[in-house]
């Protein structure tokens, strides 16, 4: 089985049981915080990712860590990781795992780039604006891209809307293009 596959089949069973057992935000927060530390330490995941480590030491580690970090039914899930040969897979667990409690949620990531910093009422606007469009929640992610000229793009998984002056542009010369005189 892929490693792809046994991440997001752990986190469903994560997620299904957490909201079974009424737990669900503890092990989110959790699972934020794990993320945090494995961000933060190249050395941890490296130790996870070992063959050279055998499967009681990673649970050891990562209740040393994360014993009084987290809650039981979390450090259970995490040592059981472990045990089943699988501590490598961590990140990609609580990626997928974000990623269906999003689903469940109905929550959507948008990347939106503008040429110029929108305002806070401009950003409220293309969100709520993006909301409606999609009958989804909109996690945006603001950011700036200069090569832009003016207007905004917004990539919303595979589709992108293309709101730039570039963009434009780009239209306007390949219509000119097209046309004959």
């Known amino acids: 089985m892929s490693s792809a596959i046994a991440s997001r089949r752990y986190a469903l069973a994560l997620l299904e049981v957490a909201i079974e057992a009424n737990f669900l935000d503890t092990v989110t927060e959790d699972l934020l ?16 990712r070992s063959p050279l480590i055998n499967v009681d030491l990673k649970s050891r580690i990562l209740e040393e860590i994360f014993g009084k970090e987290v809650g039981e039914k979390t450090m259970i899930f995490i040592k059981l990781l472990a045990h089943k040969k699988r501590a490598n897979l961590l990140p990609t667990v609580i990626t997928e795992f974000s990623s269906l409690l999003d689903e469940r ?7 939106v780039k503008s040429a110029v910093k929108l305002s806070d009422e401009q950003a409220k606007e ?26 905004v793009t917004v990539k919303i998984g595979d589709t992108i809307l293309d709101g730039s002056i570039q963009h434009q542009l780009q239209l306007l010369k390949s219509s000119l293009i097209a046309e004959p005189a």
């Open 33 to 48: 915080k794990i993320q945090e530390v494995l961000s933060g330490s190249r050395e941890l995941l490296l130790a996870l």
């Open 105 to 111: 949620n109905g929550v959507i990531n948008a990347d």
């Open 126 to 151: 293309l969100v709520n604006g993006l909301s409606i469009r999609t009958g989804k929640k909109i996690r945006a992610k603001m950011s700036l891209d200069e090569k832009l000229i003016g207007g």
